[in-house]
């Protein structure tokens, strides 16, 4: 296991990062002396890796967290200290193989270049044109990205030397495996208010009144900001806006592939090096050897691979004809295309489709004066912004411009309204009374300012206002409250005399169930536990609404053989010894490093972080 283990690595090391380093970046601003930001004993640190490195790690960061990044941002989460880091490690690694004398042969090399997926034509062979297009587009050379190759295979053989000798240990793996798989079997019930020995009372004014006190927050208005507001969206002046119908015309023509659609078919092309492969694969299939799939999968491809989704007559040139001609099912050629003869299966007859201007209208039309009235609302903008700055009320404004005045009693919580825009909200959440308005524009191409009259501190609600919500959380806490103690009290019956049904006629059985069990109905952690009782024990489990009573009724541990303990067995197994692994590695590294001689050009790094910003 230790071996796959370090080949599972090993793996992630060689071919985990051939391609990240293709993402091109262009290290501008710096002197076309400068190459390095430094060494690592005899290994230089290229700034290309640097800056393509840095670039990868930002990009990946911006798609997780769906926002774009600054560069002070990038610098305070760490991201460019731990890219050098990163290289560091990298480059004493390359050191340490260059000077015990591993390296990788031209064969080696060369293998996996072609192996790999990015330089793979159609038809899954290595293609020679597509493999120095690709690192012409990412600045590299053929010899560049080949030593990164042989470095990166080095590399491996370096880790492998390091790790191979690692003894597998499974004693920590089994141990979690049989905790995992125990299982446990019970009964339980939740209780409801007919389990009550008498029913909820109405609450009197002295509780109410104490029950307020204790829970003065759950009944406290927020802070209330009473807002005054001029403003003027596209949605507004929507109805006074007139569309003419040669701009209709002109957007139905522009989005024409939308409206008119030719018949088309649903098509898959496999392509083959030659006419006579094509027509020998052809052969097998109508002669019932062998079927269209088949043949794909002797390609090496999938069927993902080949799929031309729909697609018109005319965008299959020679095959056209025969492919429109043939029935769903049929597989016509070889016929000659681009990337050489190929074979075509026809899926399905998609008939042609078309809307003309009229049914279309009504959408194009809203679309056409929404843009017109955006346009219309911006237009008017600068003006706005210049009678604001020049000492204009919103009530000027309201009455000099196409401005709307309105007022809004707002909260944290409104959504109503222009509180359905988040610019709305950011700014009166944010304002002050002293505040002189700002014009601010929402997403939609609308404008606002806005002036806020008054801020109302969170002040409790009088009870006299809030009488019905304050009996109602009373009643519920009193029902959670009493159905907790009567669950006690029956789980200590069921306890004393082993009878679960005499108090509960309807339970619910569990058999066998491990620790990653699930129960519907019930709370979190319900059956974690049940693992913690023991055998014929009865307990009373809080619910949000109330409370279960359960019973553990039987516990059995994990078979060796079950097929999932030992699944989960190997699999803990296998992550245990990576984790060991990976560790070991690390340590080599780091002691590595303490040997190694690192040079670092200070001014370089900061030159390719100034490109960032």
Avoid: C
Avoid at 395 to 420: F, H, I, M, Q, V
């Amino acid at each position: 296991m230790a071996k796959n283990s370090a080949k599972t690595v090993a793996t992630w090391v060689i071919l985990g990062l051939l391609f990240f380093g293709l993402i091109g970046f262009g290290a501008t601003g710096l002197s076309g002396n400068v190459r390095t930001l430094g060494s690592v004993g005899e290994k230089e640190i290229a700034i290309q890796d640097y800056a393509r490195e840095l670039n990868r790690q930002i990009n990946q960061l911006q798609q997780q967290t769906g926002q774009t990044l600054t560069f002070s941002e990038v610098e305070q989460f760490g991201i460019d200290r731990m890219v050098l880091s990163s290289l560091i490690s990298r480059r004493t690694l390359d050191n340490e193989a260059a000077e015990l004398g591993l390296s990788a042969g031209d064969g080696r090399v060369a293998a996996e270049v072609r192996a790999s997926p990015a330089f793979q034509g159609l038809d899954g062979s290595f293609d020679r044109e597509g493999y120095k297009f690709a690192l012409d587009r990412n600045g590299l050379t053929e010899g560049e990205y080949e030593s990164e190759i042989r470095e990166q295979l080095a590399r491996g053989l370096l880790q492998r030397a390091v790790v191979a000798a690692i003894p597998e240990s499974d004693t920590y793996a089994d141990v979690i495996a049989a905790y995992l798989g125990e299982t446990r079997s019970f009964v339980w019930a939740e209780l409801d208010e007919d389990d009550l020995a008498e029913p909820i009372p109405e609450p009197t004014d002295a509780e109410l009144q104490a029950y307020y006190e204790a829970n003065l927050d759950a009944f406290t208005r927020p802070e209330t900001r009473e807002i005054t507001y001029a403003a003027l969206t596209p949605d507004m002046i929507l109805d006074d806006v007139e569309v003419d119908r040669a701009d209709l015309q002109a957007l139905y023509d522009e989005r024409i592939d939308d409206y008119v659609r030719p018949e088309r078919r649903l098509v898959e092309r496999l392509i083959f090096p030659d006419e006579d492969a094509a027509a020998a694969a052809l052969a097998r299939i109508e002669s019932g050897e062998s079927d269209f799939d088949s043949e794909v999968r002797a390609r090496g491809l999938d069927l993902a691979d080949i799929d031309l989704g729909d697609v018109a007559q005319d965008r299959l040139g020679a095959a056209g004809e025969a492919v429109f001609a043939a029935r769903p099912g049929d597989v016509v050629g070889p016929h000659p295309t681009d990337l050489g003869p190929a074979l075509f299966r026809m899926n399905a007859v998609l008939p042609a489709q078309e809307v003309p201007l009229e049914e279309a209208e009504a959408d194009l039309r809203v679309e056409l004066a929404a843009d017109v009235a955006r346009r219309r609302v911006q237009s008017v903008g600068e003006e706005i912004a210049d009678l604001i700055a020049g000492g204009a009320t919103l009530e000027d404004l309201s009455e000099r411009t196409d401005l709307e005045l309105g007022t809004l009693t707002y909260t944290d919580d409104s959504r109503d309204g222009l509180a359905a825009y988040a610019a709305f909200r950011a700014e009166a959440a944010s304002a002050r009374p002293e505040d002189f308005p700002e014009l601010v524009e929402l997403e939609d191409g609308g404008i606002f300012a806005l002036r806020v009259d008054e801020v109302r501190e969170p002040a409790p609600i009088p009870l006299e206002e809030t009488r019905e919500a304050v009996a109602a959380a009373w009643r519920e806490a009193q029902r959670s409250e009493r159905l907790l103690a009567r669950a006690e009290e029956m789980a200590a019956t069921i306890e004393e005399t082993g009878r679960f049904t005499d108090q509960m006629p309807a339970p619910i059985a569990e058999i066998g169930v491990d620790r990653r069990a699930v129960i519907g109905g019930t709370p979190p952690g319900f059956v974690a536990q049940v693992f913690e009782m023991e055998e014929g024990e009865a307990r009373a489990v809080e619910t949000e609404s109330g409370a279960i009573v359960v019973q553990l009724r039987g516990t059995r541990a994990a078979y060796p053989d079950n097929a999932r303990v030992a699944a989960d067995a190997a699999t803990l197994a296998e992550r245990a010894q990576g984790g060991v692994v990976q560790d070991i590695f690390d340590v080599f590294t780091r002691a590595v490093q303490t040997s190694t001689e690192v040079r670092l050009d200070q001014s370089a790094v900061e030159a390719v972080n100034a490109t960032f910003r």
